[in-house]
């Protein structure tokens, strides 16, 4: 938990917030900006995956994730 937001992944090391997003996201797209916002502007880099992404293209993501550093 980083102030009020619970992530779905965290690596303080590398100051990476990962969120792995299923259908309810597309009901909360606002605080989902705000929640984005926040973390970038305390110095987090945020990437946001689908669950249909990483449960059809895990290695992709995890290609994803691997390029940030």
């Given amino acids: ?7 779905d992944f965290y690596c303080s090391e590398a100051r990476l917030a990962i969120e792995v997003e299923g ?3 597309q009901f909360t797209q606002e605080q989902d900006d705000i929640r984005r916002e926040y973390l970038e502007a305390i110095g987090l880099k945020v ?3 689908s669950n249909e992404e990483v449960n ?10 691997a390029s940030t550093r």
């Fill in 1 to 7: 938990m980083i102030d009020r937001f619970i992530l």
């Fill in 47 to 49: 990437l946001r995956f």
């Fill in 56 to 65: 059809t293209n895990l290695d992709g993501v995890v290609e994803k994730i």
């Fill in 23 to 25: 259908s309810i996201h």
